[in-house]
């Protein structure tokens, strides 16, 4: 069986070695945090102690980075990309701009290596239980060859396109919808604290209406909770996905007003609190209104 290497043991990229060793591949991990690397080796990874000591071992290498200069850096930089055994391949699960998809996979054509631009949806509750839906982008010989690795991490895996930025183009589309909804909750959870909705009733509603999804449930059964902090979902991560979704549609002069307005909502709440996680952006409007939603009776700050 192949060995599988993973770059980024976050929150995303430990969930993905997680359950690529559950399924019995050899897993070899990286990561330039030492806490992260010792995690994962807590939990039987093999660890290295550079990007080119990952594709010295391995076959198929997962990119679980932040943004599209770190995945540049890992591919070309620091020696992935000149370091693996022609016939490997790259697995872009990093969300980063079409771009910047493209421009790799414009450099790695000079390398006999396949990659797949596979951004993925699920969040961290889907990366550590394996169900995350891929997005994903290349040729179908190079999707076959990894088929049972990328079902290793995924419940759900689209071919959406052959060219690098494809993945990335469909990952924008979804992302504007997630912003929108995540803004659109968080409103109507500040209506109906300063109403005076107890939050287990709106959530009850919420959840057995038309409206209700596992992004709606889910930012409203934390924000009930005042779980605002420490749930694997940074506000960093979605204020990132917006900009990239508006920057394309920029580009391709489409209007997003929707999602426009999540951005200014998440702006406000990376701002007034940059450690939270999404939930957070409520926070910011519950100051304004000077109620809080809970799961019993509101509060009055």
């Known amino acids: 069986m192949k060995k599988v290497g993973v770059i980024g043991l976050g929150d995303m990229g430990s969930g993905l070695a997680k359950n690529l060793l559950r399924n019995g591949f050899d897993t070899i991990?990286?990561?330039?945090?030492?806490?992260?690397?010792?995690?994962?080796?807590?939990?039987?990874?093999?660890t290295a102690k550079s990007v080119i000591d990952v594709a010295k071992k391995a076959e198929t290498v997962f990119v679980m980075v932040m943004t599209g200069d770190q995945a540049k850096a890992v591919i070309?930089?620091?020696?992935?990309?000149?370091?693996?055994v022609d016939g490997s391949s790259i697995i872009l699960t990093a969300t980063v701009r079409p771009s910047e998809a493209i421009r790799?996979?414009?450099?790695?054509?000079?390398?006999?290596?396949?990659?797949?631009?596979?951004?993925?949806?699920?969040?961290?509750?889907?990366?550590?239980?394996?169900?995350l839906t891929l997005m994903a982008s290349g040729t179908k010989m190079a999707l076959k060859k990894n088929k049972k690795i990328m079902e290793a991490v995924s419940e759900t895996i689209h071919h959406v396109g052959l060219k690098p930025g494809d993945g990335q183009i469909v990952?924008?589309?979804?992302?504007?919808?997630i912003g929108s909804i995540f803004s659109a909750t968080f409103e109507a959870a500040t209506l109906a604290a300063k109403a005076g909705v107890p939050g287990e009733?709106?959530?009850?509603?919420?959840?057995t209406s038309g409206a209700g999804s596992g992004v709606c449930?889910?930012?409203?059964?934390n924000i009930i909770n005042r779980k605002f902090q420490g749930t694997g979902s940074h506000i960093s991560t979605m204020y990132k996905d917006l900009t990239i979704s508006l920057d394309?549609?920029?580009?391709?002069?489409?209007?997003?007003?929707?999602?426009?307005?999540a951005m200014q909502l998440f702006?406000?709440?990376?701002?007034?609190?940059?450690?939270g996680d999404n939930w957070v952006v409520t926070r910011v409007l519950e100051e304004i209104v000077g109620a809080e939603l809970h799961r019993g009776k509101e509060k009055i700050s």
Not at 76 to 82: K, N, R, S, V
Not at 201 to 207: G, H, P, R
Not at 217 to 221: I, K, P
Not at 248 to 260: F, M, N, W, Y
């Open 171 to 177: 990952k924008a589309c979804l992302q504007s919808l």
């Open 29 to 46: 991990g990286y990561d330039l945090s030492s806490e992260r690397i010792s995690r994962f080796k807590s939990f039987g990874g093999e």
């Open 267 to 275: 702006q406000a709440g990376k701002t007034r609190y940059p450690k």
């Open 248 to 261: 394309l549609a920029r580009e391709l002069g489409v209007p997003l007003h929707t999602a426009s307005t």
């Open 217 to 221: 449930n889910t930012a409203l059964q």
């Open 76 to 84: 070309f930089d620091d020696g992935l990309a000149d370091h693996l």
């Open 201 to 207: 009733v709106l959530f009850k509603v919420f959840s």
């Open 104 to 131: 790799i996979g414009d450099r790695l054509k000079s390398f006999e290596l396949d990659f797949i631009d596979s951004p993925v949806s699920g969040g961290f509750p889907g990366a550590q239980s394996g169900t």
